[in-house]
């Protein structure tokens, strides 16, 4: 069974410094792995994926996000936080090849970036 | 525009009635999702279609029906035997082979409250 843990439900940073959401997942075989931000009342924006390659992959609005294998994560990154960043973001996870499966999702984490 | 829509907005239900929540999508898409999202707990899947007329129940799917009859429309029918229907409702899409440049894309959610 595919799992995702998102261990914070609540990140706190101050504008300028960088932020981490922490992500780690559970699937058979290799990872596809999404992150995507929710403001409110809206639907799911897509920030980026990793598929293979690059452990390192770029994103929208400024966001990187970086694999590790070993230690299954897909934490999301970014250099300076802006006070818009300031969202519910949603980590996601299948098996690669599974061709249109559904989407696993964690819980969620709450970033608030303090002006 | 190419994308997904789904419709009403926010929706009403009374206590023993049930209730349509509609999704369309005009990007061609095999591939159709409906997901519940309740404060704290994430995205939960509660049924999916990989071609159409057939789907599949998800991890929450009793109270729920759906159906598929055309490509582009997935509606989901919340009946009154979902005792606990108050919830965000989010549709998703993606082509046969999987999720392109852009992941999965969402719609922009439907919020049913129960009176």
């Known amino acids: 069974a595919q799992s995702v843990a998102q261990p914070e439900d609540q990140v706190n940073v101050a504008e300028g410094n960088p932020l981490t959401v922490k992500c780690t997942y559970s699937?058979?075989?290799?990872?596809?792995l999404f992150w995507y931000v929710q403001y409110p009342n809206r639907g799911l924006q897509f920030l980026l994926k990793y598929i293979t390659g690059d452990n390192l992959v770029k994103g929208s609005y400024g966001f990187e996000a970086e694999f590790n294998k070993s230690q299954t994560s897909f934490h999301l990154k970014k250099p300076s936080a802006l006070v818009s960043d300031s969202a519910l973001y949603f980590c996601?996870?299948?098996?690669?090849?599974?061709?249109?499966?559904?989407?696993?999702f964690g819980k969620g984490t709450r970033l608030s970036v303090i002006a | 525009d190419g994308g997904i829509t789904q419709s009403p907005k926010y929706l009403f239900r009374k206590e023993g009635q049930n209730v349509t929540l509609s999704c369309e999508q005009n990007?061609?898409?095999?591939?159709m999702y409906w997901y519940r999202q309740d404060p704290g707990q994430g995205l939960r899947l509660i049924y999916y279609?990989?071609?159409?007329?057939?789907?599949q129940k998800g991890d929450i799917a009793e109270g729920y029906s759906v159906s598929r009859e055309k490509k582009e429309s997935f509606p989901l029918t919340v009946t009154s035997a979902q005792k606990n229907p108050t919830a965000f409702y989010l549709c998703?899409?993606?082509?046969?082979?999987?999720?392109?440049?852009?992941?999965?894309?969402f719609g922009s959610g439907t919020r049913l409250t129960v009176v």
């Open positions: 699937v058979s075989g290799n990872p596809y």
């Open positions: 998703a899409s993606t082509p046969l082979t999987g999720p392109g440049d852009y992941g999965y894309p």
């Open positions: 279609s990989q071609i159409v007329n057939d789907f």
């Open positions: 996601a996870v299948r098996a690669l090849n599974s061709g249109n499966t559904p989407l696993v």
């Open positions: 990007l061609n898409h095999d591939a």
